[in-house]
């Protein structure tokens, strides 16, 4: 707990009491991931470091070597100055940083302040095949884009030359396990000396996070409509607009305030909506071919903006298509009758 700058008339009891009680909630979560690892026989489940016992660090070290049938995870220089790890850990004690994998160098022998630079020097030189190798095997993740971090101390004879953060969207097994076996990989080719890779990662586009419901999904959906029949492009948009307008006249959609765009089907049941849909496409040309002679409604031009009555997406009202005599089809001609004369 923070005791500094504090306000006037800070209940300390009550802060304590829920402190204590939160905190172990907190943490649960990321001990529950971490003990994952247990079942991988490639890692070591080893809170110690320079053989001191760590009291707030959870740690599952990378096996660099079996000798002897005992498993070894220090990799070690060849003048036994430096001793690496490749480790998954969590700090118990500041759980805000998550749990997070990467390179720690143990000083064993020698000046600190030089063997740190000894460090860097060989994180920097076989940085870029790192960035090579993990971009190579994660295709949707791009390491050589600030997912490495620099280490913000150097204590107790240890140095980590970068850190990397798990998502709390990641699997610890498929990407911090899998990742920290790679950079282990990377640094024993190059232990005992060699040239690394001069090759620079390629740089991945930056991903956009798929949406819906908002301004720009609205905004995608009149650009497929719009190259949809080229010409005839502009008069579609038009039409799709003018559609929307006389839906929420007639009160069918209203525009739901929770969404940033969106509009949310108030009095019909999926069925008739997938009627009404499919008519207003094949009243304004907006049918796309399904093969030679089959025409399908483009439901992906809803599916981003509208919702149902019961807050379903359009994948519920695609599916709920009635049968070629259903009254409902009959319902949602006369609406068109009706609103547009």
């Not at 009680?21 to 470091?49: A, C, G, I, Q, T």
């Not at 118990?92 to 020698?110: A, D, L, M, T, V």
């Not at 190059?190 to 999904?217: L, V």
């Not at 008519?279 to 981003?304: A, I, Q, S, T």
Request: charged letters at 35%; one cysteine or more.
């Amino acid at each position: 707990m923070e005791y500094n700058e504090s306000v006037p008339n800070r209940d300390w009891e009550f802060d304590k009491k829920k402190y204590e009680e939160l905190y172990p909630k907190y943490v649960e979560k990321y001990e529950e991931r971490m003990k994952r690892l247990d079942k991988l026989e490639s890692f070591v489940h080893d809170n110690s470091f320079n053989g001191v016992e760590a009291g707030h660090h959870i740690m599952y070290k990378c096996v660099v070597k079996v000798e002897s049938g005992q498993k070894e995870t220090l990799l070690m220089t060849p003048d036994g100055h430096i001793g690496y790890e490749f480790l998954v850990e969590f700090d118990q004690e500041n759980p805000e940083y998550g749990i997070y994998y990467g390179c720690r160098g143990h000083i064993k022998e020698g000046d600190p302040e030089e063997e740190i630079e000894k460090i860097l020097g060989f994180y920097e030189k076989i940085k870029n095949e790192l960035f090579l190798v993990l971009n190579n095997t994660f295709l949707d993740i791009d390491f050589s884009n600030n997912r490495f971090q620099e280490t913000n101390n150097a204590n107790n004879r240890t140095y980590w030359p970068f850190w990397i953060a798990l998502g709390e969207d990641e699997d610890i097994i498929e990407i911090a396990a899998r990742a920290t076996e790679l950079i282990r990989n990377v640094y024993k080719k190059y232990i005992n000396g060699g040239n690394p890779s001069s090759k620079e990662a390629k740089k991945k586009p930056p991903k956009r996070t798929r949406t819906r419901y908002t301004e720009y999904d609205y905004n995608e959906v009149i650009k497929k409509i719009r190259k949809n029949g080229r010409e005839e492009g502009e008069k579609r948009v038009e039409s799709f607009e003018t559609f929307i307008q006389k839906l929420e006249e007639d009160k069918i959609i209203v525009k739901d305030e929770r969404y940033e765009n969106c509009w949310r089907f108030t009095k019909l049941p999926n069925v008739e909506v997938h009627c009404l849909i499919t008519e207003f496409c094949k009243r304004v040309g907006l049918m796309k071919k399904n093969g030679k002679k089959d025409k399908k409604v483009p439901w992906e031009y809803f599916n981003p903006i509208f919702l149902s009555m019961f807050d379903e997406d359009f994948e519920h009202i695609r599916k709920e298509k009635p049968p070629v005599k259903s009254s409902n089809w009959d319902k949602a001609k006369r609406w068109f009758e009706r609103c547009y004369g």
